[in-house]
C-alpha cells in the first residue's frame, strides 16, 4: 500500500511538473490536471553564436575547432575549455604553429594536433575509433 502510494504521488508530481514552456514566447503545453501552464517558455533555450569558436590546450598539444557550433556548444564550450586548462576563442584561434595535422569528425568538430603530436597514433584514432578523416592541411 505505501509503494502504490509512493507511486502515485511520484506520478502526481510528474504530471504537475511535465508541462513544456512552449517555443519561444506563449503559454505552456499541459500542466497540473490539464488546465494549460502557468507562464511559459521565454526563450527557447540557450542563445546561438554564428562563426566559429576554439579551446586551445597547448599542454595536451591540440586545439578544438567547431566551425558553426550548435547553441550547446557555443553554451558550453567556454567553461568545459577552462575545465581543461585551456583557452576560449570566439571567433577560433587555433594557432598554425607547430601544426601536424587535424582530424575531421561528423557532428563538427575539428581537433588539430600539434607538435609532438599528430603521430600514426593520433591519425589511427581519428579515422578508426572517431569515424573522422585525417588532414595535414591546416
Keep these: 500500500m505505501v509503494k502504490l502510494l509512493s507511486t502515485l504521488a511520484l506520478g502526481t508530481v510528474f504530471l504537475a511538473c511535465s508541462g513544456s514552456g512552449g ?15 502557468s507562464g511559459g517558455g521565454s526563450g527557447g533555450g540557450a542563445a546561438s553564436c554564428s562563426g566559429p569558436i ?12 567547431y566551425p558553426a557550433p550548435t547553441a550547446t556548444q557555443c553554451a558550453d564550450l567556454p567553461s568545459s575549455c577552462a575545465n581543461r586548462s585551456g583557452t576560449y576563442a ?8 607547430g601544426f601536424k595535422g587535424k582530424c ?27 569515424g573522422g578523416a585525417w588532414s595535414t592541411t591546416f
Design 23 to 37: 517555443g519561444g514566447s506563449g503559454g505552456g503545453s499541459g500542466g497540473s490536471g490539464g488546465s494549460g501552464g
Design 54 to 65: 576554439s579551446c586551445n590546450q597547448p599542454s595536451d598539444h591540440l586545439c578544438d575547432e
Design 90 to 97: 570566439k571567433p577560433a584561434a587555433c594557432p598554425s604553429t
Design 104 to 130: 575531421t569528425i561528423p557532428g563538427g568538430l575539428v581537433t588539430r594536433f600539434y607538435d609532438p603530436r599528430g603521430d600514426s597514433t593520433d591519425q589511427s584514432f581519428c579515422t578508426g575509433t572517431a
